[in-house]
């Protein structure tokens, strides 16, 4: 069975730094995509950032810059590094992981979910 367990959230200044860790277990997935979605409250779930195997990268224009994400395929471990965090980058932060060769941002997309982790950002 599949599972996703975030961390790393919590609270922070604006002008801040978080790393967000994701641990994969139930299989190997070193040629899946692994992503970062969040959801502000009253908004809907929005693409942060994904990483494809070997080490492609794609990010939401809104992090561009601020946001790294990266994998350790030994540990079945995906990251998401933070900086420069802004107030709006509030959210709960989630893990996703789908097969495949191709991005999709939409959530719908992918087959695997963590529980989430917060990330509120004062200003």
């Known amino acids: 069975q599949v599972q996703l367990v975030e961390s790393g959230g919590g609270l922070v200044q604006a002008g801040g730094s978080l790393r967000l860790s994701c641990a994969a277990s139930?299989?190997?997935?070193?040629?899946?995509?692994m992503a970062w979605f969040r959801q502000a409250p009253g908004k809907e779930r929005e693409f942060v950032a994904a990483?494809?195997?070997?080490?492609?990268?794609t990010y939401a224009d809104s992090v561009k810059g601020r946001f790294a994400i990266s994998r350790d395929s030994a540990k079945n471990t995906v990251y998401l590094q933070m900086n420069s965090l802004k107030p709006e980058d509030t959210a709960v932060y989630y893990c996703?992981?789908?097969?495949?060769?191709?991005?999709?941002?939409?959530?719908?997309?992918?087959?695997?979910w963590g529980q989430g982790t917060q990330v509120t950002v004062s200003s």
């Open positions: 990483i494809t195997w070997p080490d492609g990268t």
């Open positions: 139930g299989r190997t997935f070193s040629s899946y995509i």
């Open positions: 996703a992981v789908r097969t495949g060769l191709w991005v999709p941002k939409s959530p719908g997309e992918y087959n695997y």
